[in-house]
């Protein structure tokens, strides 16, 4: 089992940036894919970025490409989402997602699937004020 737990959400002006963090428990985590949704009120929770499990790759949505990156910090059980440029559609609930899946490594389009995901954080608010 892994516990995850966001943070570093908060309010900040457009154009702004903010960084989140997601520490995850267990001595498997450096085995999972993980990644980054969002959701904002009366809308789907939709994907934001992926990272596989040595940090070599990633995949991150269109809205946010070239504007956010993630990362990750095995030795610290720990992913990143560095948010720069920040817009008001960017506004919404960030979650932290770990997948056990062997086919998380393709870094393919299932990446950007709930389904994919077995393990979620409670989520962390992000607020941009135009």
């Known amino acids: 089992q892994v516990q995850l737990v966001e943070s570093g959400g908060g309010l900040v002006q457009a154009g702004g940036s903010l960084r989140l963090s997601c520490a995850a428990s267990?001595?498997?985590?450096?085995?999972?894919?993980m990644g980054w949704f969002r959701q904002a009120p009366g809308k789907e929770r939709e994907f934001v970025a992926g990272?596989?499990?040595?940090?070599?790759?990633?995949r991150y949505a269109d809205p946010v490409k070239g504007r956010f990156t993630m990362s990750r910090d095995n030795a610290k059980n720990t992913v990143y989402l560095q948010m720069n440029s920040l817009k008001a559609e960017d506004a919404a609930v960030y979650y932290c997602a770990g997948s056990d899946s062997v086919i998380y490594a393709t870094m393919s389009a299932f990446v950007t699937g709930r389904n994919a995901y077995r393990f979620w954080g409670p989520g962390t608010q992000v607020t941009v004020s135009s």
């Open positions: 990272i596989s499990w040595s940090g070599g790759r990633t």
């Open positions: 267990g001595r498997t985590f450096s085995t999972y894919g």
